[in-house]
T-cell receptor, first 114, second 115 residues
């Protein structure tokens, strides 16, 4: 049982390049989330998917798109990377998007945009 | 908008000391509060989850309390060890509309336990 996995672990991009961050969970969870973590700031929600087939914006969605490929996988795409998107990206999942469920986090992707 | 504050931002203690980490939040309409541990370069590990109807939760040497009405939580670590060195994050779960319940995080307290 690997929990939440993310690929890649590290990535360096040039401004304007695109890339997709991958996330998968093997806990049969319905809800999945993407966060970013910046120095001196708390984690901020980018997008989430309460259930397969649905996605919604979080606090900081600009410059990102997401795809809930199936129940296990939730990807985050940067269409045209900007230096302001340099950050650590975390994927999380929970049984349901309900008040009672814990969120479980992946190990993160460290992205640098030059 | 919910805001979560953690004090202190950093803390250094000698091994064996008992210590308290503080978390405060501005909107008391929360469903639960979660304490996480984050090691350098790693993801978040959930330590304790306290539902809004609960006053405290315990796991081993960790005890977390919640005073929802005053907007405060504390994480108590007994007999600290060097392996406890990490950043501790507090997050509250609130209703964010359209049937969704989101976590709002504090910036964390970086703990160093000196052997």
């Amino acid at each position: 049982n690997a929990g939440v996995t993310q690929t890649p672990k590290f990535q360096v991009l040039k401004t304007g390049q695109s890339m997709t961050l991958q996330c998968a969970q093997d806990m049969n969870h319905n809800s999945m989330y993407w966060y970013r973590q910046d120095p001196g700031m708390g984690l901020r929600l980018i997008y989430y998917s309460a259930s397969e087939g649905t996605t919604d914006k979080g606090e900081v969605p600009n410059g990102y798109n997401v795809s809930r490929l199936n129940k296990r996988e939730f990807s985050l795409r940067l269409e045209s990377a900007a230096p302001s998107q340099t950050s650590v990206y975390f994927c999380a999942s929970s049984g349901r998007d309900s008040p009672l469920n814990e969120q479980f986090f992946g190990p993160g992707t460290r992205l640098t945009v030059l | 908008k919910q805001e979560v504050t953690q004090i202190p931002a950093a803390l250094s203690v000698p091994e064996g000391e008992n210590l308290v980490l503080n978390c405060s939040f501005t909107d008391s309409a929360i469903y639960n509060l979660q304490w996480f541990r984050q090691d350098p370069g790693k993801g978040l590990t959930s330590l304790l989850l306290i539902q809004s109807s609960q006053r405290e939760q315990t796991s081993g040497r960790l005890n977390a309390s919640l005073d929802k009405s005053s907007g405060r939580s504390t994480l108590y670590i007994a007999a600290s060890q060097p392996g406890d060195s990490a950043t501790y994050l507090c997050a509250v779960r609130g209703y964010s509309g359209a049937g969704s319940y989101q976590l709002t995080f504090g910036k964390g307290t970086k703990l160093s336990v000196i052997p």
